[in-house]
């Protein structure tokens, strides 16, 4: 019996110190020195106060680099962004860019935040994260959308629960995915052979992919890898990959989420249930996922940075953040399309 990777959510609160002010007085005049001292303690509050002025005032710059739009980065952009404006307001300046789907991209992206001394990196996906790790070894840079950190990162091992080590830490959108390897066989229980797809390019989509054929090897079960280097054949590579088998596996893929509409029309007429990695590409044409939230997951991403910026959290040391749930959901426009019954216990998305 396999057994389930639990991921604990990482929380975080914030601490906050407050100093009280307490003042007696008598009804005889003040002599010198009481009025030196009165003096004094007022001019020290003035002080404390301007302090706590200043500080509530500072304004913080960062910069977000966003591999390639689409609804799960997007939503993963907006849910850190609406926790800083929250946070923060007017002193925040946040400078949103979008790499278009291309790693050079990403590179001179965040070069240009190094340049201009922001005070800390969002990397939004693998390709963003490796660019900020590679531009700068000072600046705090917090990862979201981004499977394990091990790998993206090309180290071999690190304590998660502690950070990595370096100025990196942030998000990760793993879900547990010996759970998502149980759908295909819950959803597809004759499934002899699955054939996996995924971009070659995207080293943490090699990474579940390698997960997924241990648990189906576990399970008795059959599969091919698929890979693609770029959108440009995909669809020759998704041709090849539904001529023999009963069920196709896509991980939490940047360029195959991207392209769910190239896959759904050539792999829904043939009649071959699609389960995903997340939300988003299951909505756009699979179905069936172990979805997260993503908008959750980068508002955590956003506490954290209030950590680093404000509390003075050593990015460091600071652990890896997981989701806190997951939800079972399908997609029933493919369903009735295929001719699947989905199990009670589905959320169904329209």
Excluded: W
């Excluded at 946040?94 to 992206?109: H, K, L, M, R, V």
């Amino acid at each position: 019996m396999k057994k389930m990777n639990k991921l604990t959510a990482v929380s975080m609160a914030a601490v906050l110190a407050a100093a009280s002010l307490s003042a007696c007085g008598g009804s005889a005049p003040a002599t010198t020195e009481t009025k030196a001292a009165s003096s004094d303690g007022a001019t020290a509050a003035a002080t404390e106060a301007a302090k706590d002025t200043a500080s509530s005032d500072k304004k913080f710059k960062v910069g977000i680099c966003q591999l390639v739009q689409h609804n799960a980065l997007d939503a993963a952009t907006k849910g850190f962004i609406d926790v800083l404006k929250e946070e923060y307001g007017d002193n925040i300046v946040i400078d949103e860019q979008n790499a278009q789907g291309d790693s050079a991209t990403c590179t001179t992206i965040v070069n240009g935040f190094v340049s201009n001394e922001y005070d800390l990196i969002l990397a939004n996906a693998t390709p963003a994260l490796q660019a900020a790790m590679n531009a700068t070894e000072d600046i705090p840079i917090l990862g979201t959308s981004v499977t394990d950190y091990g790998t993206a990162l090309a180290m071999d091992s690190f304590d998660a629960s502690k950070g990595t080590g370096i100025n990196v830490s942030g998000t990760s959108d793993l879900a547990p995915l010996d759970q998502q390897e149980d759908m295909i066989l819950e959803l597809v229980p004759d499934v002899k052979k699955v054939s996996i797809l995924y971009c070659s390019a995207e080293a943490n989509s090699q990474y579940q992919a390698t997960q997924i054929e241990k648990y189906l090897e576990e399970d008795g079960v059959a599969y091919a890898e698929f890979t693609f280097s770029d959108s440009n054949d995909l669809q020759s590579v998704v041709q090849s990959a539904i001529s023999d088998c009963d069920a196709m596996y896509i991980p939490t893929d940047n360029t195959a989420a991207s392209n769910m509409t190239v896959v759904n029309n050539i792999v829904q007429p043939a009649g071959i249930p699609i389960i995903c990695g997340e939300e988003n590409m299951m909505k756009s044409g699979a179905l069936a996922t172990l979805s997260i939230s993503y908008e959750d997951l980068g508002r955590a991403t956003g506490k954290q940075a209030i950590e680093i910026l404000s509390n003075g959290a050593d990015v460091k040391t600071m652990p890896i953040a997981y989701a806190e749930a997951t939800t079972k959901e399908y997609n029933k426009a493919y369903a009735d399309a295929i001719g699947i019954t989905i199990p009670d216990d589905y959320k169904a998305v329209e």
